[in-house]
């Protein structure tokens, strides 16, 4: 038996030559606003501080307890637990999701909303290799040590615990259940290998294609056959050679799921399921339509059947980042000892998507990035999830609740900054409706 030949790793050397180039030459963004007063900011700080224990626990909880998408009734009781016991009330269940939580603190229907989203499903038979407790962990801390200030808060704070991030998306439900209405602006932090201000997370799109032939005596009569494991075969290669046509950014990723059982019978049904990924929603439609075509086609040369079944679970936009609100991320993470790097410097190639992004297509968003492991640790694995229960993460959680919390703060506070932000997000195109963007 012969084994595998190991993927040379060239180009990932090359990407963290280039990375090292690039930190050695970046400076972090610079926020031209003042953002809040620099006791209340203290304050904040302070009540970040003042929790640190139970924000372990919850990342050390969470980690030891991993609940995959929609299935997070555990740790939705937690931060419940956690919340309540802080005299606020927390709703389990809300927006059309079960596992989903919501609290608020300030002042409703006095000043501007802003939400801080907390993810915390885990990944099947790897647990926790995205590092969702650390998020919520970092969500809760904010939301926290925000409602200590609460009556000095010139607006609303929300927590929103966001389930089924990881394959689904939770966030596009809860939404469609009008979980952002008077919401104005909405932000969270991602564990990485990096800090990172900001960082491509590409829309993503779930396609199902199924190939209906006719059955036939794979020997005896072939001819009277319309063989629909062919059509999913030409529809596969078809695909791939699409690929070089594609922007470099786009990513497509498949499998065949049924084929036939028997060799000498004509398949009569063939599926294929895929991921269709790209940086812009523009071109996740355009790559869309070419994707439809190639399955198409491949019906027509094989005279089988085809049915396209687009997004068993809602689709996601990429992110559209608020420069704004970044550099008001930045300076709070500066004032904890970190230097967030800008776009561009850690390789775009390096992208994978996120449900957040739809939410970044209602309302002015960020979704930064903060390390708990080596640059070379990437998501989706072990060493990742071994990476998500150590003091690196439980720092980061800490680090992550003082930038997110002081984030909302100057946002509530500052109204050239509010203005700022809300201008940015007209300019980059306004509100999408998300639900209706892909018919």
């Known amino acids: ?65 991993p609940e995959t998408a929609f299935q997070e009734h555990h740790s939705a009781m937690l931060l419940q637990q956690e919340i309540t016991r802080h005299g606020i009330e927390a709703r389990i269940g809300v927006h059309g999701v079960e596992t989903s939580v919501r609290a608020e603190a300030g002042s409703p229907g006095h000043g501007p909303t802003i939400a801080i989203l907390a993810e915390y499903d885990a990944l099947p038979g790897i647990g926790h290799a995205c590092g969702h ?40 439900v809860m939404a469609r259940n009008g979980a952002f209405d008077g919401v104005d602006a909405a932000i969270m932090v ?11 997370w590409l829309g993503r799109r779930l396609l199902t294609i199924i190939f209906t032939g006719v059955e036939a005596h794979a020997s005896a009569q072939p001819f009277m056959g319309r063989n629909a494991l062919d059509a999913a075969n030409l529809a596969y290669q078809g695909i791939g050679l699409l690929r070089q046509q594609l922007p470099p950014s786009d990513r497509v990723h498949a499998n065949m799921t049924e084929g036939g059982e028997s060799p000498n019978i004509i398949p009569g049904r063939a599926v294929l399921k895929l991921y269709a990924r790209s940086q812009q929603p523009a071109t996740l439609k355009d790559l869309s339509r070419r994707l439809e075509d190639v399955a198409r086609g491949a019906a027509l040369m094989t ?33 904890r000892g970190r230097s967030p790097l800008p776009l561009g410097v850690v390789s775009e190639t390096l992208a994978a998507s996120t449900d957040f992004g739809n939410v970044s297509y209602r309302v002015p968003g960020i979704h930064p990035l903060i390390r708990i492991a080596e640059p070379a640790t990437a998501l989706h694995t072990r060493g990742f999830a071994e990476a998500a229960r150590s003091a690196a993460a439980e720092l980061a959680a800490l680090d992550g609740a003082v930038g997110l919390a002081l984030t909302a703060l100057d946002y509530l506070v500052d109204g050239s900054l509010r203005t700022a932000v809300h201008e940015e997000f007209e300019e980059q195109g306004g509100i999408v409706d998300v639900p209706s963007y892909f018919d």
């Not at 200030?149 to 927590?159: C, E, Q, S, T």
């Not at 991602?190 to 491509?200: F, K």
């Not at 049915?307 to 709070?332: F, K, M, Q, Y």
């Open 1 to 65: 038996m012969s084994e595998p030949t190991p993927p040379d790793t060239a180009y990932l050397a090359s990407i963290d030559e280039r990375t090292r180039r690039l930190l050695a030459e970046a400076l972090p963004d610079q926020s031209p606003f003042e953002g809040a007063p620099g006791g209340l900011a203290d304050a904040v700080e302070q009540g970040v501080d003042g929790v640190a224990d139970r924000l372990r626990h919850v990342v050390q909880h969470l980690h030891a307890h």
């Open 190 to 200: 991602h564990p990485y290998g990096y800090d990172l201000a900001d960082q491509v």
């Open 133 to 172: 407790n650390v998020i919520a962990a970092a969500a809760l801390g904010a939301f926290l040590s925000l409602a200590s200030v609460a009556d000095r808060l010139p607006g609303r704070v929300l927590f929103l615990g966001t389930p089924a991030e990881e394959g689904h998306s939770g966030k596009e």
């Open 303 to 335: 005279g089988t059947g085809v049915e396209l079944r687009w997004d068993e679970h809602p689709p996601s936009l990429p992110i559209r980042t608020n420069g704004a609100l970044t550099g008001r991320w930045v300076a709070a993470q500066q004032r």
